[in-house]
């Protein structure tokens, strides 16, 4: 995959394809902020990179606010939707989440609390274009 990537899918399976894609440039260390409207299809999206990696039971850490899943490669999965403040990033030890050089982390809602984001990040947008269709575009930051 060469980036910055951009496609519109039709469907999930569509959708999976960009997601295995994507997963094999990905190596342990890096962050992915997943930006998007509520229903984009975030979750959907690191449900399909966690099933490539052989783990078939990620849901959305909503509540959570994250989920970890131990896989081909370690996954950390956040939600950012419910914070009130970034102090509660703090309580449970986020910082020490991103320094963990040997797993992945994805953040959906990334762009609630963009200061809390390393220099270097992928970023996903994923915008819902109706029923079936998404937009995909992904991006590498560098600041």
């Not at 783990?55 to 950390?76: G, H, M, Q, R, W």
Request: net charge negative.
């Amino acid at each position: 995959m060469e980036l910055p990537f951009k496609i519109v899918v039709k469907s999930e399976e569509e959708t999976e394809q960009v997601a295995k894609q994507f997963a094999d440039i990905l190596e342990a260390g890096n962050i992915i902020a997943l930006n998007g409207n509520l229903g984009s299809g975030k979750t959907f999206f690191v449900k399909a990179i966690s099933n490539y990696w052989n783990y078939n039971d990620a849901n959305s850490p909503t509540f959570s606010i994250v989920n970890e899943y131990l896989c081909d490669k370690k996954i950390y999965h956040f939600d950012f939707y419910r914070l009130n403040k970034i102090e509660e990033l703090y309580d449970i030890g986020f910082e020490e989440y991103l320094m963990d050089d040997e797993a992945v982390t994805f953040i959906e809602w990334a762009e609630m609390i963009p200061e809390i984001l390393p220099s270097t990040y992928y970023e996903i947008k994923i915008v819902r274009l109706n029923d079936s269709e998404r937009s995909i575009e992904i991006l590498l930051n560098r600041s």
